[in-house]
């Protein structure tokens, strides 16, 4: 099934299967359009990886809650179909501290998610995982 990018305002879907999320597009009363365009990707039933590009935007409690409540409801099937979650972080102290809670949230969603330094590293490491290349981070530095 073909991928509609129209149908997606907050996640860049371009690149399919590799998912791009802004932290620039983090505003009050988000959540409703992220759940739409999830539910979407989830429909798909296709491999995808994401890629979160930015700095985390302070988000509006009724938006975490919302998004936390459909993570809850659709850990199992978002861990079949999103092979990943990497995040972009240019300093490396930023990362190493960002490890743990990388290794926190795997555990917590069964979802791989990964840190690396440059919007390069991330869409190169996307790639290998989708072909399925990498078990284990290799781009951490």
């Given at each position: 099934?073909?991928?509609?990018?129209?149908?997606?305002?907050?996640h860049?879907?371009?690149?399919?299967?590799?998912?791009?999320h802004?932290?620039?597009?983090?505003?009050?009363?988000?959540?409703?359009?992220?759940?739409?365009?999830?539910?979407?990707?989830?429909?798909?039933?296709?491999?995808?990886?994401?890629?979160?590009?930015?700095?985390?935007?302070?988000?509006?409690?009724?938006?975490?809650?919302?998004?936390?409540?459909?993570?809850?409801?659709?850990?199992?099937a978002?861990?079949?179909?999103?092979?990943?979650?990497?995040?972009i972080?240019?300093?490396?102290?930023?990362?190493?501290?960002?490890?743990?809670?990388?290794?926190?949230?795997?555990k917590?969603?069964?979802?791989?998610?990964?840190?690396?330094?440059?919007?390069?590293?991330?869409?190169?490491?996307?790639?290998?995982?989708?072909?399925?290349?990498?078990?284990?981070?290799?781009?951490?530095?």
């Amino acid at each position: 099934m073909p991928i509609d990018a129209a149908t997606f305002i907050f996640h860049d879907v371009s690149l399919w299967p590799i998912v791009r999320h802004s932290a620039a597009s983090v505003h009050p009363g988000y959540s409703k359009q992220w759940e739409h365009e999830m539910d979407a990707l989830l429909a798909l039933s296709m491999p995808f990886v994401v890629i979160m590009e930015g700095d985390e935007h302070a988000e509006e409690h009724e938006d975490r809650k919302a998004r936390g409540i459909w993570l809850k409801k659709n850990k199992t099937a978002l861990a079949t179909v999103c092979e990943a979650v990497i995040g972009i972080e240019a300093s490396a102290i930023k990362r190493a501290a960002m490890q743990l809670q990388m290794i926190l949230a795997t555990k917590a969603f069964g979802i791989r998610m990964e840190i690396v330094a440059s919007q390069q590293e991330a869409l190169q490491l996307a790639e290998r995982i989708l072909k399925g290349e990498n078990s284990a981070s290799s781009l951490l530095g």
